[in-house]
């Protein structure tokens, strides 16, 4: 039988029944939403054969669906929890890729983790972007590791209500999922007790400088250490210019390496806040990422200890330095 593998039983299994079976398990009655994907990653950890395929048809719609998920679920806690904030919402990006999704995907854990705390439940660990290439199974393990932590909070407050699982629809791309990802990182805001500030974008920057550092070594490049003098007092537009600079420049060096460059995502310039510089040190993040990929680049980042009480100026010093370090790597990859 074309497309199906043998279990050690002698039981034949159709991998494209195994796909049916994943893409309308949303809409089954008698499997919950966690029972789908305990299903799901029991698969991942079985045949490699059926896990890889598996991972092959997982699409941008199958992601969208678990974000809606996500966003039910941190519904009900903000209304059980009482959450007292507006959120804002997320303007609609394009060009955004799966490793761009993944990377947003971090900021939801880093603010559940806030949350958790805040709740008295033993914050999620953070993690990095796994150094490979990133499909859209890796994003929806991910987002529904998400939901596990909201679930955790919610027992932790014995919340019983439960969502209403989500329906798979066709035709969503990864830009829709992105916009999902960041609509429900602000949600978490009031769940947290604060929006981010200049201390987590400059927590951010160090992670960037970290990548940078592992890359220079690869290609034989000094890097600066020391991030230059900075005059007058600076906002969050300044900053999110100077990213914007610095993610150009990241695009000019993946094409001096030979890399299928990325398209220089958008950036909205108009009343800024620091979530908004966060999601552009995210995304030059996950560009760094791609670089790794593409040098093969398997070391991790050293984790940095917390931040405190870092100013706007602090974070513009740090870009700076980004922005004169990627100077130095594009003469080097264009000798």
């Known amino acids: 039988m074309t497309g199906a593998f043998l279990i050690p039983s002698g039981t034949r299994v159709s991998i494209f029944g195994l796909?049916?079976?994943?893409?309308?398990?949303?809409?089954?009655?008698?499997?919950?939403?966690?029972?789908e994907r305990d299903w799901l990653d029991a698969l991942f950890d079985g045949s490699d054969a059926i896990a890889q395929e598996i991972q092959n048809n997982v699409t941008p719609s199958h992601v969208f669906q678990?974000?809606?998920?996500l966003i039910a679920e941190i519904r009900i806690l903000r209304e059980e929890l009482g959450a007292q904030d507006y959120?804002?919402?997320?303007?609609?990006?394009?060009?955004?890729?799966?490793?761009?999704?993944y990377a947003k995907t971090l900021e939801l854990r880093f603010k559940l983790s806030g949350a958790?705390?805040?709740?008295?439940?033993?914050?999620?660990?953070?993690?990095?972007?796994?150094?490979?290439?990133?499909?859209?199974?890796d994003v929806l393990q991910s987002v529904n590791g998400l939901i596990d932590e909201t679930r955790r909070i919610k027992a932790q407050m014995i919340i019983g209500t439960e969502i209403v699982p989500a329906r798979l629809e066709g035709g969503k791309t990864l830009s829709m999922v992105y916009k999902?990802?960041?609509?429900?990182?602000?949600?978490?805001d009031g769940l947290r007790g604060r929006p981010l500030t200049p201390t987590d974008v400059y927590?951010?920057?160090?992670?960037?400088l970290d990548e940078m550092e592992l890359i220079a070594a690869k290609l034989r490049v000094p890097?600066?250490?020391?991030?230059?003098?900075?005059?007058?007092?600076?906002?969050?537009?300044?900053?999110?210019?100077?990213?914007?600079?610095?993610?150009?420049?990241?695009?000019?060096?993946?094409?001096?390496?030979?890399?299928?460059?990325?398209?220089?995502?958008?950036?909205?310039?108009?009343?800024?806040?620091p979530s908004e510089?966060?999601?552009?040190?995210?995304?030059?993040l996950a560009e760094m990422n791609r670089i790794k990929v593409h040098l093969e680049i398997n070391l991790p980042r050293e984790p940095r200890p917390d931040q405190r009480n870092k100013r706007p100026e602090d974070v513009f010093a740090q870009i700076m330095l980004i922005i004169q370090n990627l100077d130095h790597m594009i003469e080097a990859a264009s000798a």
């Open 223 to 273: 890097l600066a250490l020391d991030p230059p003098a900075v005059e007058g007092v600076k906002r969050s537009r300044d900053l999110a210019q100077q990213v914007l600079r610095a993610t150009y420049k990241v695009v000019n060096l993946q094409s001096r390496l030979g890399m299928d460059a990325s398209a220089v995502p958008s950036l909205t310039l108009v009343r800024v806040t």
């Open 66 to 69: 678990a974000t809606r998920d």
């Open 87 to 101: 959120p804002m919402e997320a303007e609609v990006q394009t060009d955004r890729a799966s490793v761009h999704a």
């Open 19 to 35: 796909l049916y079976v994943f893409a309308t398990a949303s809409v089954a009655s008698e499997a919950s939403a966690a029972e």
């Open 277 to 284: 510089v966060y999601d552009a040190t995210n995304l030059l």
């Open 203 to 208: 927590s951010n920057t160090l992670a960037i």
């Open 116 to 137: 958790q705390n805040r709740y008295g439940v033993v914050p999620a660990e953070m993690g990095q972007i796994p150094v490979k290439e990133i499909a859209p199974a």
């Open 180 to 188: 999902n990802l960041a609509d429900a990182s602000f949600m978490l």
